[in-house]
Each structure stands twice: as C-alpha cells, then as structure tokens.
C-alpha cells in the first residue's frame, strides 16, 4: 500500500516538474509565437544563478526564488531588445537566432565557470512513509507549481495588465488603435516568460547535475508539452504536463527508464496525429 | 638602367621562382636542425567530456616537458601536435586521418570514450601508427597496434563488488547508463556478485539524458537491497545522488561505483550527498605517495585550476613515458621496432605505482586502489598491487594471433 503512495508522489513529482519547466515556453510560444530554442539555456541560467548565489552564501531560498528568476527575466529582457523583437512574425528565423543564441549561452557559460558540475545540496530533507522514504522537496514543487498556476491565471484573468495582454497576443493593430503599444507588450512578456523560466531552473537545482549543457535534457520534454498542450497557456500546459509527467513516471516504474521515455514521445506522436491542435484546442477551448 | 622586355621577363621569373620556392627550403633546412618526434593527441577540451579531457591534456604536456627536459629521445626532442575533439566522434575520424597522414605523427595518444576510440583505432590501424588509448574502459581490445594503459574490470570492478559487499551485504542493485559502457559493466558487475555468493535484485539502464530518478527510487526501495552499484555517466546522471540523499535514503542503503569520482563529483557534491561512497581506480589524486604527490603538484603547479586529477589523467602521463621507453629501448621510432620494445617487458614508475605492458594483450598489469569518500575527498582504503588484465587475456592473445585487430566482447 505504501508504495502506491510513494508512487502517487513520484508522479506529481513528475507533473509538476514538467509544468514548471514549460509554463515560461508556453507564455512565449503560446503568446507570441515566437519558437524559443534556447529555452533549455534559460533553466541552465536560472541553475546557475542558483547554485552560484547560494555558494556565495545567500540564502538558499532567495536564490531560487527571486534571484533565479529575477537574473533570468532581466537576461530574457536584454534578449528581447537586442535579437527577439526584430523577429516577431519570422517562425523560422526565430528558430535560428534562438538555436544560435542557446550555443552562445553554453559557450558564455562554459568559459565563466568551466564544464563540471555544479551543485547545491537539497533542502528539506526526507520523511517516510511506511517503510518507504521521500523527500519533502517532491511536496514543495507541487506547492509551487500551484502557487505558479495561481499568479499566472490571478494576473492573466483579474489584472489590467493581463488584460492588455491577451487583447495584445489576439489582434495586436486593434490594441495598437487604442492607445497600447505592443512592442512594449511583448518585451515584458518574453521578460516574464523567461523569469519563469529562470525560476524553474532554480527550483529544479537541488535535485539535478548542473552543467553548461544541462538544457538539453529538458527542451525537448519542454516543446513536447507545450505542443501537446495546445494554444491554451495555462490550461494546455497543465493538462499535457499531467498527461506526460504522470506516463512518464508510471512508465519508468512499472517497465525501465529507457521504456519511460519511450512511452513519453510515442504518446506525444500519437497525441499529436489525433489532436493536432493540442489537448486544449479540443477540450478545453477557450479557457486560459 | 634599361629593361628590355626579354630581360624583365627573365629577372621576374628567377624572383617568383625563388619567392615560392622560400618557404619549402626554409621549412626543409628547419625541420634539418632540431627535426622533432611528433607526438599526436586527441583529446576533447570542449564540449561535455571537457571536464575528463583537460586533466589529460595537462597531463600529456608533463609528461613530453620532462622527457625533453631529459634530453629528449635518440637525441631528438619531442613535439606535442593536440587537437581538440571537442566531444564530437566525427572530429575524432577527421583529426585522426590528420595526424596519420598530413601532420604524420610518430604515435597517437588519446581518445576517450570507448566510441571515440572505435572511431580513430582502425584509422591507425591501416595507416600504421601506433595508438596508445590510456582510459579506463570495459575490456577486450585485441589489437597489436594498439596500447590500452588504462584499467579494465577486472582490475577495479573485482576488487569493489567484493569489498562493498563486505561492508554492506549480498543483495545488491544496479544501475548503469545506457550505452556500452554502462551495458558491459552492468555485466561485470553482476558476474562478481554471484561469484561472491551474492544476488542481484535488478539492473536498471538510464539514457543519458535522464534526470528524474523519483520512480527509481522507489523501485530500489520496493526492492529492498542490501548495496547499490552504480555506473552511471555525466552531468544530468548525477540528479541521481542528490535526489536520493533528499529522499533520505543516503544513510540507508550504501553506494558503490564504477563512475562517481571520475571527473570532480566529490567536491562538487554535498558532504550528506556523497559520504561513504565506495569506488576502485587504478589511480586517486588522494594516493599518499611521493611519486603521486610530486605529479599532483608539479601539473598544479603548471595548471592551477585543474580539475580532479584521476586516473584519466596518470594513465595518459604513464602512457607517454612508456611510449617514451620504448622508443628508447627500440633505439628508433620505427613502428615495428617500438611495438617489439613494447612488448618487451616495458615498465614505468608513474604516479599510481609500476605500469607494465603485457605482451599478449598490450593492456596493462598496474596497481588498482579502493577508496571511500570521506568529507567530499576520496579516502583510500586499500591498494593491491600489480593487478593484471584478466578479462581481456581470457579473449586476447596477441602472441598466438598478432594480426588480430578485434574488440572482443567478453562472454560472463
């Protein structure tokens, strides 16, 4: 019995994750179109900041959560003016300047702090249940992947800012006719996009290796769920993270890793054949 | 002066010739004074295997420094020509056709994971170059061009699965990366297991990129063993470590590995996350010898931000100065003369203590060491001196078969 417990953790342990590190993709692509292909580099950036703040000996819990995803924004801000904006419309281009961008960033980070790994212990610590241990750290993830869902749908939904928003990503010239400026718009959303990214990486420090090229691990996982997920910011990404993150882990429990992944991407293909607009372009239409 | 035009053509002629012909006898009567043994390497200073590589490469510089701080060999000095692989295996084949046939190198050290050494070693092969390969790796090359001065399995993984189940118990669980490596040491691991009494619960594969190790943790734990051996590889495989540590288990189950401390994974790592790790390697920065303490810091000296010093590093050092001897034994780089100095009986006094070439199957009998990580430092418990090959002399005969050029898998 305890078991299915530990699993059922294991499982939002995977969800959860999968959520965090999408949600700053999905702000970007979901909003504006725009293919971040150095998304990985925004979570190895978030780690870093991380792991080098706390070794500097800041607290471990500021450095996750507002160093990483302050550095990240700011990046991400920077980003935006010098390369972004003047690629918005351009799929393919974006693409391409993005992809070069995550090189750039690897190699800026290689010759920094070298290509070992990097790390910062956990905090927390572990409880058992039964004869079986986990730790607490699995419990604050999914914390913060609701206080994440919170704010996105609070600000999306009840803030004048959201508002502006939305109304920018759904016929930018009309919100330009009345008064908004939409360069302005998406500077700060490619901005938040990335400080939630930023905070990902920071959250996910503690439990991973962190090395220059960590990215790569997580940015194909990241696009499957966004894509997957459909044009629905919030509940896109939501609903394909559960889907993945959840396969994932049961798969890797009941068969090997190797299958865990295996099942993952031949559910992203399948899911993708039958429901080309993602999960929320069918289901959950309209909602954020 | 009058030019004719006959004249001009003439002089313009002798000037182009001679200006062309500048550089290729300037070059020749160069080359004619100092006329240096070249030495190839291949080793990745970039990329993800950067962190392994670099140490090797300092490494390597000691060791031609002090050969042409002795004055050089058969009277000529000898000249380093590195390329960085850059964790690329097409780089391997391209610089490895390079040094055999452009720069025309008189032996190749290098190359670093068992895939990069497949990618270059027929390369040398065909083009006649000696290849020394000085990593540790799972056994069974059997070829007479070539020089494997690392460990294999049965050298290290003999003498670790033993040990830890000593300490912790018979049950054991493994986990490894999925590729050859991990495969073929998953292997070993369990042959020694059973050869000690002991059982093996489950062997686990992990892609490279995996790194959310929660369900395994609970499958080691639903399965209760006694001791975990791992050989798990790079960067995201160390989430492993730390989000067992979190779940708490660290002091519950003890950790034994092929991999953990290759690069730097003590330092990096928590003290509560890497504690009492076991692991066995023909060489640890740690060793309490003067031979090892002077190598240390002379390439410190050289390098200050070196990265951990392993055994990458010492048997890429050893490999040159073997290489070295034999090249003086042999009186001439001559390949075939090398090889047979080579098989001589050659041994070099390095860091991890006597390195001796094997004849029959040109790997190395050496000294292996066990050690526990203790205050994110490896503390070495145990030294066993001059461990053969075993494994690959069970495949590998190059006495009986010199034209063999095979990797043997061992069957267990």
Known sequence: ?288 | MILSRRRFLHRSAVASAALIGAPAILRHSASAADNPILLGALHDQSGPLAASGTPMVYALNLAVEEINAAGGLIGRPVKAIHYDTQSNIQMYSQYAQQLALKDKVAVVHGGITSASREAVRPTFDRFKVPYFYNVLYEGGVCDRNTFCTGTTPAQTVEKLVPSAMNKAGKKAYIIAADYNYGQITAKWMTKYVKDNGGEVLSIDFFPLDVTNFGPTISKIQAAKPDLILSALVGGNHTAFYRQWASAGMKSQIPIASTTFGLVNEPSTLDATESENILGAYGYFEELDTQASKTFVEKIKKAQPDTPYISELAAATYEGVHLWALGVQKAGSIDRMKLIEALESGISFDGPSGKVLIDKATHHATRNAFLAEVKGRKWSVLESYQDVQPLDTASVCDLVKNPNDTKQYVINL
């Open chain 1, 1 to 288: 019995m305890d078991i299915y417990l530990i699993l059922l953790l294991d499982v939002i342990n995977g969800m959860a994750s999968l959520f965090l590190l999408s949600l700053g993709l999905a702000i970007i692509f979901g909003m504006m179109k725009i293919i971040n292909l150095a998304h990985g580099e925004f979570i190895m950036l978030g780690a870093y900041a991380t792991v080098i703040s706390t070794n500097a000996g800041v607290n471990i819990w500021i450095a996750m959560l507002l160093i990483a995803p302050l550095f990240v924004g700011l990046v991400g801000l920077l980003i935006e003016r010098c390369l972004i904006r003047f690629l918005y419309g351009r799929l393919v281009d974006s693409m391409l300047a993005t992809w070069g961008l995550s090189l750039l960033i690897i190699g800026i980070v290689t010759t920094i702090f070298g290509n070992t790994i990097q790390g910062v212990p956990t905090p927390l610590g572990g409880f058992s249940i039964g004869n079986y241990r986990s730790s607490y750290y699995t419990l604050f993830l999914l914390a913060m992947a609701l206080v994440m869902i919170a704010i996105v749908y609070g600000v999306m939904r009840h803030t004048r800012l959201g508002l502006i928003a939305r109304a920018t990503m759904q016929n930018p010239a009309m919100a330009n006719t009345l008064g908004i400026n939409p360069a302005r718009v998406y500077m700060g959303t490619f901005a938040a996009g990335a400080a939630v990214t930023g905070l990902a990486g920071g959250l996910l420090a503690p439990v991973s290796g962190i090395t220059p090229v960590m990215g790569g691990a997580y940015v194909a996982k990241a696009f499957i769920t966004v894509v997957g997920g459909g044009a629905a910011m919030l509940s896109g990404t939501l609903s394909a993270s559960t889907l993945f993150g959840s396969l994932n882990q049961i798969g890797a429990y009941f068969t090997t890793p190797v299958y865990g992944e295996v099942i993952v991407f031949t559910a992203a293909i399948i899911l993708i054949r039958l429901l080309p607009q993602g999960i929320s372009g069918r289901f959950l239409k309209g909602n954020l």
